[in-house]
């Protein structure tokens, strides 16, 4: 089992900027998958990024170029840094940890944007 536990999240204005984070423990494999979803209301959940335990990055096309995700492997924890929000940004984003098949989920943080 893996738990997560997220900081972060807010209220912030348009053309702000965020920083979340995850941190897991628990039985963690060497090889792994950390990211965060998202949901807004009245939408599907979608990937927004996510980060192999090789570094290997991948983001949502809406994203590019103002979120930036990264970890610290000795800390088991990612990390989600988010630039230039915008109203479209306001979700709940949820962390994940995906290993030997298996998803593991935060409990979820807001992140509002005022426009």
């Known amino acids: 089992q893996v738990q997560l536990v997220e900081f972060g999240g807010g209220l912030v204005q348009a053309g702000g900027s965020l920083r979340l984070s995850c941190a897991a423990s628990g039985s963690i494999f060497s090889m792994n998958y950390m990211g965060w979803y998202r949901q807004a209301p009245g939408k599907q959940r979608e990937l927004v990024a996510r980060i192999s335990s090789g570094g290997s990055t991948l983001y949502v096309d809406s994203v590019k170029g103002r979120f930036s995700i990264s970890r610290d492997n000795a800390k088991s924890t990612v990390y989600l840094q988010m630039n230039n929000l915008k109203a479209e940004d306001t979700a709940v984003y949820y962390c994940?940890?995906?290993?030997?098949?298996?998803?593991?989920w935060g409990q979820g943080t807001q992140v509002t944007v005022s426009s």
């Open positions: 994940y940890h995906a290993q030997k098949g298996e998803y593991y």
